[in-house]
């Protein structure tokens, strides 16, 4: 009965990532040196080899491998991923969305190395190594390079953010030559920095049109126009590339677009966030999108197409949580670096706001609180709002997952009021994970799939997003529409199981799509 206790005990081998084993050499043995023992020693050692010879003959690395290549023992493709910083998933979306992705690699059997460029608190790269990702110290480019000693054990390369691209591909490209190079925008960033400045341009000079821009030979016609109307809603994607096109050689938006449009047309894969990213690209990569290209070089220079993927980001539904009656106030959550999310802060508490109050009964006014949350450093001007209107708002900071995702089941609805940005906005996609319906601008749910009035409610400038705000606080019949529409919507679109399906099928494409698909050595 105890062997057979015994035994069962061995049936399951437990992977613990951080671990650490400790070897003391001869401290079993001692430090005696007398011929015994050595010889002892020497035959264990032929014991060993004998039994373990065809494992060490597919993972023993000759003495002139890196350590941080020889220690990967696993046989499965290998990718390197490149980013700004590790996740920071109670910071960010952007992290929410490139955790997922990495656990996504993980399960189908990809051994997966990442390489911070920035180094951040240890306890999410331990985070980031607990689920398995092996997380590289946070060299520069030439760092990387030097401790690399020519070896590129990877099947794919997955770079991040314009930037990143910008200062890693040369030195990628020496040393990895030949294996695809894949650039993930995250959001298209000259898209978000065209919008920026439209929306700056109009708040300065509510007269602006697109009108004096004259694209062409006539100017862009009234859809256009109304793009940047006194609603200060910025324009659809499909205008950006006329306003862009409209501006000098040289000039910085330009310069930066240009500067993206490469990157894209040099990588053989790029991955965007949303189909109205891929319409955008469309006008200035005919034939982009994987689906209408045929397979051609990797990493040549496409200056008439590129493979584009859509890669969104990734949400399971929480069907668990409390019904509409007895939650009260509004939220807002945003990371306070992001350019968008501050302008959207001050819209809110300085046009949605009065607006909003305004039109509340006496007793709904007083206990109505506008929730705001967001990590980093707020700028001044908010933070004078934020006393300002101290009877109405309440400035959390920063939360735990845990406790934000509290604080979503205890207000009525969540808000997205962006006037500017880009990609596929995270705040929207957490609000219904958790069951909170939302009321957002134009530009917040662009590419999302959402409708009005049947998985959110869309209210255009600031008068028209404060009825949609009221009607919606005000009606619990809709709240639970909209909820349960929220759900579909992240269901169909957002969750891991659509998202495997672009992931395998982007690193198909370029040789790299299966398990066991590794042709080469894990030494090389």
Not at 290 to 319: W, Y
Request: glycine fraction near 6%; charge should be positive.
């Amino acid at each position: 009965g105890r062997q057979k206790e015994k035994s069962s005990l061995l049936t399951q081998v437990i992977h613990q990532p951080l671990a650490v084993v400790y070897h003391q050499e001869g401290s079993t043995l001692g430090t005696d040196s007398s011929k015994a023992k050595q010889l002892l020693m020497n035959t264990n050692r032929r014991i060993f080899h004998k039994k373990w010879a065809a494992e060490l003959r597919a993972r023993h690395c000759a003495k002139y491998v890196p350590m941080s290549i020889a220690y990967r023992g696993r046989l499965g493709p290998k990718i390197l991923w490149v980013d700004d910083i590790v996740p920071e998933l109670d910071h960010d979306s952007g992290s929410i969305r490139t955790m997922a992705i990495l656990k996504i690699l993980l399960d189908e059997g990809y051994d997966v190395t990442y390489q911070p460029s920035a180094s951040r608190a240890v306890e999410y790269v331990l985070a980031t190594q607990f689920v398995g990702v092996d997380v590289l110290p946070a060299w520069t480019p030439d760092q990387w390079l030097q401790s690399s000693k020519g070896a590129c054990p990877y099947d794919a390369l997955v770079v991040a953010r314009r930037y990143v691209y910008e200062n890693w591909r040369h030195q990628l490209l020496k040393a990895c030559s030949g294996i695809p190079l894949i650039y993930d925008t995250v959001d298209l960033h000259f898209l978000r920095e065209s919008r920026d400045h439209l929306t700056k341009t109009h708040a300065t000079n509510p007269d602006f049109s697109f009108d004096s821009l004259q694209v062409g030979a006539a100017a862009v016609d009234r859809r256009h126009r109304d793009a940047l109307s006194s609603q200060c809603e910025p324009p659809a994607v499909d205008n950006i590339a006329k306003f862009l096109d409209a501006l000098p050689e040289g000039s910085p938006l330009r310069h930066n677009r240009d500067i993206e449009l490469d990157i894209i047309r040099s990588a053989a894969i790029t991955v965007v966030v949303s189909a109205d990213e891929v319409r955008l690209l469309k006008h200035y990569v005919p034939g982009a999108g994987h689906e209408e290209r045929a397979a051609v070089g990797i990493n040549a220079l496409f200056r008439n197409a590129a493979k584009i993927f859509v890669i969104s980001n990734i949400h399971e539904p929480e069907l668990s949580f409390p019904s509409c009656d007895g939650r009260s106030g509004i939220l807002f959550v945003g990371n306070f670096n992001h350019p968008p999310n501050q302008q959207a802060v001050k819209y809110l508490l300085t046009e949605i706001l009065p607006a909003v109050l305004r039109r509340l009964t006496p007793k709904l006014r007083s206990s109505f609180v506008v929730n705001i949350v967001g990590a980093n450093i707020v700028p001044w001007e908010l933070q004078q709002l934020f006393d300002t209107l101290a009877r109405h708002v309440v400035f959390h900071g920063w939360l735990s997952n845990e406790h934000l995702r509290l604080l979503h089941h205890k207000v009525k609805l969540v808000v997205a009021p962006l006037l500017s940005g880009a990609g596929v906005k995270g705040k929207v996609n957490q609000a219904m994970k958790y069951g909170v319906p939302v009321v957002a601008t134009p530009v917040a749910v662009e590419g999302m799939h959402l409708h009005n009035g049947t998985e959110c409610l869309v209210g255009d400038g600031p008068e028209g997003f404060a009825v949609q705000l009221l009607t919606l606080y005000t009606d619990c019949a809709l709240w639970h529409r909209l909820v349960a529409g929220g759900f579909g919507n992240i269901r169909q679109y957002f969750s891991p199981k659509v998202a495997k399906v672009q992931i395998l099928k982007a690193l198909t494409d370029v040789g790299a799509g299966s398990r066991g698909s590794s042709q080469r050595h894990f030494c090389e």
